[in-house]
Nanobody
Framework: QVQLVESGGGLVQAGGSLRLSCAAS????????MGWYRQAPGRQRELVAQITNGGTTDYADSVKGRFTISRDNVKNTVYLQMNSLKPEDSAVYYC????????????WGQGTQVTVSS
């Protein structure tokens, strides 16, 4: 089993920045990807960004150039640096871990709220 613990959400004004962290504990297989989904009220959960342990990344078009994902493989921790935040970025952000780039997430974090005020 794997547990994912997120931190770093909060309230920020438009144009501001936040950094999310997600630490994985338990037994992880070596070939994995970690990242973030988000879900706003009344909307489907959507992929924000993900990164493999080899450093391959993928971003939603809506966050390219503003968000940066990174990870520390020793600490099994993934980070999401969010800059130039917009009100439409407001959502609950969920950390995930998957085995296989095209597979569905196998594990989820509890979620952390990000609210961007205009």
């Amino acid at each position: 089993q794997v547990q994912l613990v997120e931190s770093g959400g909060g309230l920020v004004q438009a144009g501001g920045s936040l950094r999310l962290s997600c630490a994985a504990s338990g037994t992880l297989f070596s070939d994995n990807a970690m990242g973030w989904y988000r879900q706003a009220p009344g909307r489907q959960r959507e992929l924000v960004a993900q990164i493999t342990n080899g450093g391959t990344t993928d971003y939603a078009d809506s966050v390219k150039g503003r968000f940066t994902i990174s990870r520390d493989n020793v600490k099994n921790t993934v980070y999401l640096q969010m800059n130039s935040l917009k009100p439409e970025d407001s959502a609950v952000y969920y950390c995930h871990l998957k085995y296989g780039w095209s597979e569905k997430p196998k594990y989820w974090g509890q979620g952390t709220q990000v609210t961007v005020s205009s």
